[in-house]
């Protein structure tokens, strides 16, 4: 299928300099002579607001590619040395660690959302005349002894300093006011609607009171919160280990721990913002990686792979902020300035992005459709489709660093086991949902920094992270404005395994924007009209970041097989070089983690011969 009116139609008057390309080298002829792209200064996409994330426009070319659609680009416009398919922070590495390698080469990355980043995006809004910052996706650096050394090299020289978030992270603004966590308990599953606030904060015997949770419940939560018992006597380490991995964390409430069954139900979507199941499908050995979730610590000492390094790491946009220091780093005049600091209250000039003449060009709204050898295997052919109109680029080597379920359909001369490992990995939907609001008193007032729903569209909403850095200070006391964080996942009680993730993916994509908006309202309502909230009055902003093709397939679920090697794993497969073609994302890695994405670019690109 070809949309629109085709690049060669547009480009009639170039057919006599396309003829002498038999006599001109190909860097001379195609070097870096398309202005088609450029945008203007106007152009700001962090500052829009309502459907974002893989807002339209972004995902629709490649869904026609799915359902069969082809593009006739004709010949090649342009000649680089790398061309990366997406530009999220695993793109934006590849581009980075290639440079580094030859800084001389040409690179362009194309990207099919109208701003670069992937997940890490930067969302603004004015509230009361200020500007205040959220992050659309990736939200912190987690983690960070984990990282490869190869990762921390390129954040410390694109200028990230970790040190710098123990001053700029204040707990003490939330714990000053005696914040804490409550969970508004559902009418339907628990009898009547209340909202319990002081988890984890008061002394479980007091808050039991607060919860209509009955008086077996009310035991049992206050016994696995308090009580030391191994509920898995006379196993050894090895056999608990063993056991817990097999077992979900429901399966350990009900028949090890016994609780009551409203001690699930409080449980049942607690973590859904992190795996994207219920509970039902979370290891037991796995819970004691996330918040609040009780009952394993005595069983099974913690072994979990995340570390002691506090979670503070977070910029006011997330690791949008990586992505935007690492096109300062390749395009610096995109991002005049030095230091991250100096970074956070800049605004990104776009129109610097894709310039004619430069060595590196960042190609906003422009989809990937095709990706493939030419005939004598000495290049590789790229064609992509911007404002539906179709363009070929040249390249002798390519980094795929975009989502790799979709590389078979870009490139159907793989091996059909390649593709097969490629396409295992699903991609898990989610969404997060930022709301600006004037001040947020109703939430100091009620004790909350947190509220977990038990079952509603969204499962929690939180404040913002207390970090002020850069000259851009968080919301320090409850009279200024702030940016509430919401969390949607898309939630399939009956439908079990990576199923319900695709037919999720399918629902946040038809999901409007009034529903979402419509929920927000409904639940902010609900949890704060106590404290004197008000949607009608007090929401300043909405955007909602979908992400239908959101966190890289995480391998560490209950009915993911055990693999007999490295090797044998499906996602290693399927990251193999092929021939020109490279692959990265963190996909490839099969772990929704920056480090992964930036670790994926450097292996890609180490890949090169
Ligand atoms: C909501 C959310 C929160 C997260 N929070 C964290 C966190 O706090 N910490 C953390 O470490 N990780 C977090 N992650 C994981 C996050 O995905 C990774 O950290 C990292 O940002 C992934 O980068 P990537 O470049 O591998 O993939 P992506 O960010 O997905 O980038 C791939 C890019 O390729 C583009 N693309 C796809 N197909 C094409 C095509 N055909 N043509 C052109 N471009 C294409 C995509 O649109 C996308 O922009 C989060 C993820 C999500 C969704």
């Known amino acids: 299928m070809k949309k629109g009116i085709s690049r060669r139609d547009f480009l009639n008057g170039t057919q006599v300099a396309l003829g002498a390309s038999l006599l001109t080298p190909w860097s001379e002829l195609f070097g870096n002579d398309i202005g088609v792209f450029h945008s203007d200064t106007n152009y700001y996409p962090p500052g829009l ?10 995902w629709e070319t490649m869904h026609a590619r799915v359902a069969g659609g082809s593009w006739d680009a004709g010949e090649p416009d342009e000649q680089y040395d790398l061309v990366v398919v997406g530009g999220g922070i695993s793109g934006l590495s590849a581009a980075w660690f290639y440079r580094q390698r030859q ?96 988890y984890a904060l008061l002394p479980w015997n007091e808050f039991v009171l607060r919860t209509p949770l009955s008086e077996q419940a009310r035991k049992d939560l206050i ?18 280990q063993a056991l817990m991995q097999r077992i979900s964390y429901e399966t350990f409430l009900r028949d090890y721990a016994k609780v009551d069954p409203q001690i699930i139900e409080m449980y049942r979507k607690w973590g859904t913002s992190f795996w994207c199941v219920g509970i039902d499908e979370i290891p037991a050995s796995q819970v004691q990686e996330y918040e609040g979730m009780p009952g ?32 300062r780093s390749l395009i610096p005049a995109a991002l005049p ?55 070929k680029a040249r390249a002798k080597n390519v980094v795929m660093a975009c989502y790799n379920l979709s590389i078979p359909y870009l490139c159907p001369e793989m091996p059909q086991r390649q593709k097969e490992g490629l396409a295992y990995g699903v991609k898990v939907p989610l969404s997060y949902v930022k709301v600006a609001v004037p001040n947020w008193r109703a939430m100091a007032d009620l004790g909350l920094d947190f509220v977990n729903y038990t079952n509603d569209f969204y499962k929690q909403v939180e404040l ?74 007090d929401i300043v902003g909405i955007t909602v970041n979908r992400w239908p093709h959101g ?37 490839a890695d099969s772990s929704a983690m920056t480090q992964a994405a930036i670790m994926q670019a450097w292996r890609a690109v180490g890949e090169i011969e």
């Open 49 to 58: 607001s309502g459907m974002r994330g893989s807002h339209d426009g972004s």
């Open 103 to 198: 800084p001389q080469a040409k690179i362009l990355i194309v990207e099919n959302h109208d701003d670069f980043g992937g997940h890490a995006k930067r969302n603004e809004f004015i509230v009361n005349g200020q500007t205040r910052i959220g992050y659309g996706g990736t939200e912190a650096i987690d983690t960070p002894s984990s990282f490869g050394p190869p990762a921390m090299d390129l954040l410390q020289k694109i200028g990230i300093r970790l040190d710098a978030f123990y001053e700029a992270y204040d707990a003490s603004i939330y714990s000053q006011l005696n914040l804490s966590r409550g969970i508004l308990f559902d009418q339907q599953t628990f009898g009547q609607q209340k909202l319990a606030v002081g």
């Open 223 to 240: 016994r696995l919160q308090t009580s030391t018992e191994d509920y898995l006597p006379g196993l050894s380490l090895e056999e608990k």
């Open 296 to 327: 394993t610590e005595h069983s099974l000492p913690r072994h979990g792979s995340r570390g002691d390094d506090p979670y503070i790491f977070h910029f006011p946009d997330g690791n949008a902020t990586i992505a935007r220091l690492l096109v």
């Open 337 to 391: 300035g030095k230091t991250q600091e100096d970074s956070v209250l800049a605004r990104l000039d776009y129109s610097q992005l894709d310039k004619a003449g430069q060595a590196i060009r960042i190609r906003l709204n422009s989809t990937a459709v095709q990706v493939q050898h030419t005939a004598d295997e000495s290049a590789v052919d790229i064609t992509y489709v911007n404002e539906g109109n179709a363009f």
């Open 464 to 537: 913002d992270f207390p970090v002020s850095i850069g000259g851009y200070e968080c919301a320090k006391t409850p009279n200024d404005p702030m940016i509430l964080h919401m969390c949607h996942v898309p939630f399939l009680p009956d439908v079990k395994g990576p199923e319900q993730w695709r037919q999720g993916r399918r629902m946040l994509l038809q999901t409007p924007f009034s529903t979402f908006e419509y929920h927000v309202r409904d639940q902010l309502d609900q949890a704060l009209a106590g404290g004197g909230f008000d949607a009608d009055r």
């Open 551 to 587: 966190y890289a397939y995480e391998s560490n679920l209950i009915w993911e097989p055990k693999y007999a090697a490295e090797a044998d794993k499906p996602w290693v497969i399927g990251r193999q070089p092929f021939g020109r073609i490279h692959i990265a994302n963190s996909d």
